[in-house]
């Protein structure tokens, strides 16, 4: 007997052991499954959607001296917002600072893992110095390079000086602020990055670099050709990660400049928080207003680079 035979004979016992299968009330499942998805849900809603309900809902009202809303405007605090030219720097700050942050973060992180993927024996010797910053608190980095930027004393100034080069006010220039700050937020960064490229190399078949050797490709040809396009997709995701945490960052800036000198580093997150507990405290409205811009800035950045991926990176 061949085996379609013995298929076909099958056949109509298992119709019929299905259609005498009894069958689980639908209803019943899904009610199950609600009632174990309730406590997710419970606290997506209690921590996530309340306070965004209630963001969008102050964005429209004023507040007192107290921080209490005191009635709806409409859309005076959008309007007041965007015809403020302190508005518009931040505005501009805030991008500058997520350009330079995530450029230095993937240049120096490619810079690192390139090397490293090749030898496998100093990979092995530099992974741990490399992730070392992944395992530092953000805030404690900050207070280490803040005590490191300290002017004439501190010890970036010792080592310009030893080699005969003046200080640039690391932290006191309005000038030269925001790129310390863009030093030290890609010093916090640069362990992941590193750790996810390495990964995305480690995923190229070697056989792939040997055969473009053979064809005589460089080093830089083919890292250019050949490997860029095949962890594309990982640099995509280290672009989008970074670019939403540039634009959300708070910690480092706060604790090495507060947005000073002369708000040469005052971003839309440092605004937001001056406004509702800095020193224009209890201003929810207008803070409230500035952070549903910030969650649109974040949606359009992320838009534009999901649209731009799918041209451009190879899954």
């Known amino acids: 007997m061949t085996p379609r035979t013995q298929s076909q004979l099958l056949a109509p016992n298992r119709e019929r052991s299905l259609e005498h299968r009894p069958r689980r009330p639908r209803?019943?499942?899904?009610?199950?499954?609600?009632?174990?998805?309730?406590?997710?849900?419970?606290?997506?809603?209690?921590?996530?959607?309340?306070?965004?309900?209630?963001?969008?809902?102050?964005?429209?009202?004023?507040?007192?001296?107290?921080?209490?809303?005191?009635?709806?405007?409409?859309?005076?605090?959008?309007?007041?917002?965007?015809?403020?030219?302190?508005?518009?720097?931040?505005?501009g700050t805030t991008f500058l600072f997520a350009v330079g942050s995530v450029t230095l973060k993937l240049v120096c992180g490619l810079a690192i893992a390139l090397p490293m993927s090749t030898s496998r024996r100093a990979s092995w010797l530099a992974r741990p110095v490399v992730l070392i910053p992944m395992a530092v608190s953000v805030a404690v980095a900050g207070l280490v390079f803040r005590a490191m930027f300290q002017p004439g004393f501190g010890l970036a100034d010792?080592?310009?000086?030893?080699?005969?080069?003046?200080?640039?006010?690391?932290?006191?220039?309005?000038?030269?602020?925001?790129?310390?700050?863009?030093?030290?937020?890609?010093?916090?960064?640069?362990?992941?990055?590193?750790?996810?490229?390495?990964?995305?190399?480690?995923?190229?078949?070697?056989?792939?670099?040997?055969?473009a050797a053979i064809d005589g490709a460089g080093p830089v040809r083919t890292g250019i050709s050949i490997v860029m396009p095949l962890i594309s997709s990982s640099i995509l995701f280290l672009v989008i990660y970074h670019t939403v945490g540039a634009l959300r960052e708070f910690t480092v800036i706060n604790v090495l400049t507060q947005g000073g000198p002369a708000d040469a580093?005052?971003?839309?997150?440092?605004?937001?928080?001056?406004?509702?507990?800095?020193?224009?405290?209890?201003?929810?409205?207008?803070?409230?207003?500035?952070?549903?811009?910030?969650?649109?800035?974040?949606?359009?950045?992320?838009?534009?680079?999901?649209?731009?991926?799918?041209?451009?990176?190879?899954?």
């Open 27 to 91: 209803r019943q499942i899904a009610w199950w499954a609600l009632a174990l998805l309730a406590p997710a849900l419970g606290f997506f809603i209690l921590f996530d959607y309340y306070p965004l309900v209630r963001v969008i809902t102050l964005s429209f009202q004023s507040t007192d001296l107290f921080g209490r809303p005191s009635g709806f405007i409409g859309v005076e605090n959008y309007a007041d917002m965007f015809s403020s030219p302190q508005f518009l720097s931040t505005l």
């Open 158 to 211: 010792q080592i310009l000086g030893s080699v005969g080069l003046s200080s640039p006010g690391w932290l006191t220039n309005p000038d030269f602020a925001l790129v310390s700050v863009i030093i030290v937020d890609t010093w916090v960064g640069i362990g992941f990055t590193v750790l996810i490229l390495l990964a995305a190399l480690a995923g190229v078949p070697q056989e792939v670099r040997e055969a």
């Open 265 to 315: 580093t005052r971003t839309l997150v440092i605004d937001i928080w001056n406004l509702a507990f800095g020193s224009s405290g209890g201003n929810f409205g207008d803070a409230s207003a500035r952070a549903i811009v910030l969650l649109v800035v974040v949606g359009i950045v992320s838009f534009i680079q999901f649209r731009v991926s799918n041209k451009k990176v190879h899954y």
